[in-house]
């Protein structure tokens, strides 16, 4: 498995308490949303430098019986950077997101969002008791910094993180491109489902990325898991390839969720990072479980 955390890491070129009573804008500026169907309310969080793109299929199974927001983080595949442009990145977005969910009131919206929109949709349901209906995290875990260093904190991880931040900022186009390339191979098992990932990664603001980057790297939310009523689902990806580290995946999952009441762990196997593109036809039917 560490093997394969390298990779991520390697991707993502890898918070302060949640202000969610903060005043906030009428409209957006962390993220744009797509809306398509009709019916209950479902929210779709697509992971660090990632478009909603990803959640195509997902958004094609959903948007006859629901209604599907897709959300678009600001400065990622090619978006504008707007709010994101400067500053934290994961914590205003989530701040955004509540507010979205109040000013159309959306009546305890259904969460997907995969790792780092997975992160955010933790991050929302912890601050917002009640807000959400549930929730259903794809591939992340409640600190991420865990399978860097397992005795790390958000402070003690602090000085790597910047490091990295500062990393990716920095490096050039060429080296960024081949680090990019060569991470993906990491985070996707199906070769030809990774030329879009990679095309988004290329495209994404660098100061976006690296700042959230940054922010998931130092957030730790374990402690506040105790407190989220929500109901809460987490797949996790599981592959033999993962070597002598797949044995590993279940307990570092079952070991840093253990105190989220009834959480519901399951292993998706056959699977990289994106979960979604390597076993489409699995995860489809985990979100269609999930949402019964």
């Known amino acids: ?23 906030q804008a009428a409209e957006p500026t962390r993220f744009s949303v797509e809306v398509r169907g009709r019916g209950p309310d479902v929210i779709l969080i697509p992971g660090l430098a990632s478009s909603r793109d990803v959640w195509r299929a997902t958004a094609k199974q959903l948007e006859g019986r629901y209604r599907v927001h897709l959300i678009q983080v ?31 009131k959306l009546k305890s919206p259904t969460v997907i969002g995969h790792s780092m929109g997975g992160f955010t949709g933790l991050l929302i349901a912890s601050r917002q008791p009640g807000l959400l209906g549930r929730l259903m995290v794809v591939d992340a875990l409640p600190f991420f ?22 990393m990716v900022i920095g490096q050039s186009p060429e080296v960024f491109a081949a680090g990019q390339t060569r991470a993906m191979a990491g985070l996707i098992k199906t070769p030809e489902a990774r030329a879009e990932p990679i095309a988004w990664s290329l495209a994404t603001d660098r100061g976006v990325m690296a700042r959230a980057t940054y922010d998931v790297m130092t957030s730790d ?5 105790a407190g989220i009523r929500t109901p809460v689902t987490v797949l996790y990806a ?28 399951k292993p998706v196997d056959g699977a990289f990072h994106f979960v979604m593109l390597d076993q489409p036809q699995a995860f489809a039917a985990e979100v269609e479980a999930f949402l019964r």
């Open 1 to 23: 498995m560490f093997k394969s955390i390298k990779r991520v890491l390697a991707l993502f070129g890898l918070i302060l308490p949640l202000g969610l009573g903060a005043a």
């Open 74 to 104: 600001a400065g990622f595949a090619g978006t504008a950077p707007g709010g994101n442009a400067e500053g934290p990145v994961v914590e205003p977005l989530a701040d955004e997101i509540v507010a979205y969910i109040a000013a159309n």
């Open 145 to 166: 910094s865990v399978l860097i260093d397992p005795e790390s904190t958000g402070q003690t991880i602090a000085p790597r993180a910047a490091g990295f931040r500062d």
């Open 221 to 225: 939310l374990r402690a506040d898991l």
């Open 238 to 265: 599981r592959d033999p390839e993962m070597g002598w580290n797949y044995d590993l995946v279940g307990p570092i999952y079952e070991r840093n969720y253990a105190t989220l009441p009834g959480v519901a762990l």
